[in-house]
């Protein structure tokens, strides 16, 4: 089994989402819409905001696995909070399909992830 996301690199309460919220950029792609905000840490961190319209719990757990995995994989530059909010679409899509799409997605806000 692999490593997960340490605690530093996680977004878990209210005021930090509300914050990328509205000041971060916005982003829409396929199969998620991504908010980045710079964050003045030296790590970038990772909120999922997985909504009952996702599905049931079932369904929401196993889109913020695979959306942790995508960032685990393809970490961007330090510096930044990044808030996933997931679609439907993902649940059905292959997980290359969705690399690419988040990669796609933060390359077009300049937050390339490292090669």
């Given amino acids: 089994m692999t490593q997960g996301l340490s605690p530093q690199e996680r977004i878990r309460r ?3 989402f509300q914050q990328v919220y509205e000041h971060g950029l916005r982003t829409h792609a396929r199969f998620m ?3 980045i905000l710079a964050n003045n840490l030296p790590v970038t961190r990772l909120g999922v905001a997985a909504t009952r319209k996702l599905g049931d719990a ?3 757990n196993r889109a913020k696995r695979l959306v942790r995995e995508m960032f685990r994989r393809n970490k961007t530059l330090p ?3 990044v808030v996933v909010v997931p ?3 993902l649940l059905d899509a292959e997980f290359s399909s969705l690399e690419t799409d988040y990669c796609t997605a933060l390359r077009r806000r300049g937050r390339s992830p490292r090669s």
Avoid: A, I, S
């Fill in 33 to 35: 819409t991504l908010f």
């Fill in 58 to 60: 079932v369904h929401r």
């Fill in 79 to 81: 510096g930044f909070d």
């Fill in 87 to 89: 679609r439907r679409e």
């Fill in 14 to 16: 209210r005021p930090e």
